[in-house]
């Protein structure tokens, strides 16, 4: 069609969350990304690529993704209607982030060990403390750095 342009190839903000969703489900499976482009037949660094959001997944390749992570496709989508453009929404999720991190996953799976409900939150205010003291840690060497910058 004159005067209509197709549009361009660049990633937008779902393929991110859906890269951010497929490293999330791969690191709770237990798998590696070369695990992972083993068995969808590529290569570690496209799921690399697809991890970060850097290219997106087609349709086919989302599917053979769901079935070697064992989830339903919606896993990938937000449940509610399409939007106005007709387009799939997604809903990021600070979850998917979180899990995203190896570390984080294990402590939330160690975590989930702990019987004792009075040891859980008391492990609970340990990490808070932990993250306040590094917060105000980070905070001292910026301004530090900061003056220093100055005196200079």
Do not use: H
């Not at 290219?55 to 990938?76: E, H, K, Y």
């Not at 979180?98 to 989930?112: I, S």
């Amino acid at each position: 069609m004159p005067g209509k342009r197709l549009a361009s190839r660049r990633t937008e903000a779902w393929d991110v969350e859906v890269g951010r969703r497929i490293r999330a489900r791969r690191l709770e499976c237990g798998l590696s990304q070369q695990q992972l482009a083993k068995g969808l037949g590529i290569t570690f660094q496209q799921v690399q690529k697809y991890e970060k959001g850097a290219n997106r997944v087609s349709a086919g390749r989302l599917l053979a993704i769901c079935n070697l992570l064992q989830v339903p496709i919606t896993f990938f989508y937000e449940s509610g209607a399409p939007a106005q453009s007709g387009e799939t929404r997604l809903k990021p999720s600070r979850l998917f982030d979180l899990l995203a991190n190896r570390d984080t996953l294990e402590l939330v799976e160690a975590f989930d060990c702990l019987s004792d409900r009075n040891l859980r939150r008391e492990l609970v205010r340990l990490v808070e403390r932990l993250a306040a003291t590094e917060t105000v840690s980070r905070q001292n060497v910026t301004a530090g750095k900061i003056r220093a910058d100055a005196d200079n």
